[in-house]
T-cell receptor, first 116, second 111 residues
Framework: DTGVSQDPRHKITKRGQNVTFRCDPI?????LYWYRQTLGQGPEFLTY????????KSRLLSDRFSAERPKGSFSTLEIQRTEQGDSAMYLC??????????????FGSGTQLSVL | KQEVTQIPAALSVPEGENLVLNCSFT??????LQWFRQDPGKGLTSLLL?????REQTSGRLNASLDKSSGRSTLYIAASQPGDSATYLC??????????FGAGTRLFVKA
C-alpha cells in the first residue's frame, strides 16, 4: 500500500493554457474522487468514479473540465483554457467502498495549480 | 442541505495543554464522520472515522466523539505538542458520493 499519488505537485501555467493532472489511487480501491480546495476552505467535490464509470459531476465542473479513469485504474483531470479562478489545490481521494458506514477517504498530496 | 461548521477557525495553545476542537453539522442523517489533519500545502491525512452508530473512537492521544442527534462532534487532543500544529478538518458522509467538509480549525501549539 503506497497510498494515493498525485502528479505533478505544483503546476504554474498561463491563462488560456490546458493542464492535466494525474492521480494513482490505492491499488484495490474501487472509488476515486476529485476535489478542489481554496485557501481557508474545506475541499469541494468535483467528480467521482466507481471503477471506470464516472457517476457524478458537480455543477462546479464547467465544460472546460474533464476527467477520465480508463480501466478503473489511474485518473486524469484536464482543465482546458485555464482561468485565474481555477487556481486552487486539486485533491484526489480513493476508497474501498463496501458499505456506507465504512466509507473512508484516503487523500493524495494534491496538485497546487497557479494560473498567471 | 448539509452544512458543516468548525469553531474556532484558529486556536493557539501552549505545549502540553489538552484541547478540544468542535464540529457541528445541520442534518443528522449521516453514515459516518471523519476527522482529518492537513499540513500547509499538503493533502489530508485521515485521523479517525466514527460510524453513525458509534459514540467515540480513540487513536493514541486523539479521541473523537459523535452525538448524531445534536449534530456535534469533538476531537480531543491530549498533551499537545508542536508537531500537532496543523489544520484539522471534519467531514460527514451522507451517502452516495457526498462527503461534506468543514473549513477546518488551524491549530498552533507553542513550544
Amino acid at each position: 500500500d503506497t497510498g494515493v499519488s498525485q502528479d505533478p505537485r505544483h503546476k504554474i501555467t498561463k491563462r488560456g493554457q490546458n493542464v492535466t493532472f494525474r492521480c494513482d489511487p490505492i491499488s484495490e480501491h474501487n472509488r476515486l474522487y476529485w476535489y478542489r480546495q481554496t485557501l481557508g476552505q474545506g475541499p469541494e467535490f468535483l467528480t467521482y468514479f466507481q471503477n471506470e464509470a464516472q457517476l457524478e459531476k458537480s455543477r462546479l465542473l464547467s465544460d472546460r473540465f474533464s476527467a477520465e479513469r480508463p480501466k478503473g485504474s489511474f485518473s486524469t483531470l484536464e482543465i482546458q483554457r485555464t482561468e485565474q479562478g481555477d487556481s486552487a489545490m486539486y485533491l484526489c481521494a480513493s476508497s474501498l467502498y463496501a458499505t456506507d458506514t465504512n466509507e473512508k477517504l484516503f487523500f493524495g498530496s494534491g496538485t497546487q495549480l497557479s494560473v498567471l | 442541505k448539509q452544512e458543516v461548521t468548525q469553531i474556532p477557525a484558529a486556536l493557539s495553545v501552549p505545549e502540553g495543554e489538552n484541547l478540544v476542537l468542535n464540529c457541528s453539522f445541520t442534518d443528522s442523517a449521516i453514515y459516518n464522520l471523519q476527522w482529518f489533519r492537513q499540513d500547509p500545502g499538503k493533502g489530508l491525512t485521515s485521523l479517525l472515522l466514527i460510524q453513525s452508530s458509534q459514540r467515540e473512537q480513540t487513536s493514541g492521544r486523539l479521541n473523537a466523539s459523535l452525538d448524531k442527534s445534536s449534530g456535534r462532534s469533538t476531537l480531543y487532543i491530549a498533551a499537545s505538542q508542536p508537531g500537532d500544529s496543523a489544520t484539522y478538518l471534519c467531514a460527514v458522509y451522507t451517502g452516495g458520493f457526498k462527503t461534506i467538509f468543514g473549513a477546518g480549525t488551524r491549530l498552533f501549539v507553542k513550544a
